[in-house]
């Protein structure tokens, strides 16, 4: 019977080490892996009762606890191999480790590339401009403040200031019943940063194609 019990609560145990959980808090994606440089890193660890400890090791990182289950990562160096790992305390092994990968935060761009040529129905189906960061994981949010979108013809230019991110309704009809217009710039670009202050970012060229 004793025998059982010892077998019994070494099952319960593992069984719980096993479902031990690394979730980075901060990506868009939690099932990727990536730490960032110049940012905090926020880590939470699921399914493991105190005591326990938590290291990282790799990218020059360090860890601070801020909750019972959730800890600040910040690293320094780019690397394939900082991994953080979990110890539960007297268990004398380590539960479980994730490895993750350490990058910088490029810059941010606009969704639509400057000098690219565009279709008309592609800007009808998309009538918005976007600010954001490609192939960065970590969640940072830039909102379009405002803009300037000017029409370029042959004679004359059409210009419309734009409030937001989202084409205005006099922009949109101008590009469906225009078909004149063969160069269109999105100038005084205004955007909010994550840290809730607004910059200029630059100004984007399309050419207009049917």
């Given at each position: 019977m004793r025998t059982i019990l010892l077998l019994l609560t070494s099952f319960i145990?593992?069984?719980?080490?096993?479902?031990?959980?690394?979730?980075?808090?901060?990506?868009?994606?939690?099932?990727?892996?990536?730490?960032?440089?110049?940012?905090d890193n926020p880590i939470r660890i699921s399914g493991i009762k105190e005591?326990?400890?938590?290291?990282i090791s790799g990218?020059?990182?360090t860890l601070t606890k801020i909750e019972k289950d959730r800890f600040m990562a910040r690293v320094s160096s780019i690397t394939d191999h900082a991994i953080i790992s979990v110890v539960k305390h007297g268990a004398g092994k380590i539960n479980t480790s994730r490895e993750f990968k350490v990058r910088t935060i490029g810059q941010a761009t606009s969704n639509w590339i400057s000098g690219n040529k565009i279709k008309r129905d592609t800007l009808?189906?998309?009538?918005?401009?976007?600010?954001?960061?490609?192939?960065?994981?970590?969640?940072?949010?830039?909102?379009?403040?405002?803009?300037?979108?000017?029409?370029?013809?042959?004679?004359?230019?059409?210009s419309f200031?734009?409030?937001?991110?989202?084409?205005?309704?006099?922009?949109?009809?101008?590009?469906?019943e225009d078909k004149t217009g063969t160069l269109l710039t999105f100038d005084n670009i205004r955007v909010q940063g994550p840290d809730g202050r607004a910059f200029?970012?630059?100004?984007v060229v399309l050419y207009l194609s049917e």
């Amino acid at each position: 019977m004793r025998t059982i019990l010892l077998l019994l609560t070494s099952f319960i145990l593992n069984s719980s080490f096993a479902q031990v959980h690394i979730y980075p808090e901060r990506l868009t994606d939690s099932t990727q892996s990536y730490l960032y440089i110049g940012v905090d890193n926020p880590i939470r660890i699921s399914g493991i009762k105190e005591p326990y400890s938590v290291s990282i090791s790799g990218g020059e990182g360090t860890l601070t606890k801020i909750e019972k289950d959730r800890f600040m990562a910040r690293v320094s160096s780019i690397t394939d191999h900082a991994i953080i790992s979990v110890v539960k305390h007297g268990a004398g092994k380590i539960n479980t480790s994730r490895e993750f990968k350490v990058r910088t935060i490029g810059q941010a761009t606009s969704n639509w590339i400057s000098g690219n040529k565009i279709k008309r129905d592609t800007l009808l189906k998309n009538p918005f401009l976007t600010v954001n960061i490609p192939d960065c994981y970590y969640q940072l949010d830039f909102q379009v403040v405002s803009f300037v979108a000017t029409i370029d013809h042959c004679d004359s230019i059409l210009s419309f200031p734009i409030t937001g991110g989202q084409f205005n309704a006099a922009f949109i009809r101008h590009l469906k019943e225009d078909k004149t217009g063969t160069l269109l710039t999105f100038d005084n670009i205004r955007v909010q940063g994550p840290d809730g202050r607004a910059f200029k970012f630059p100004g984007v060229v399309l050419y207009l194609s049917e």
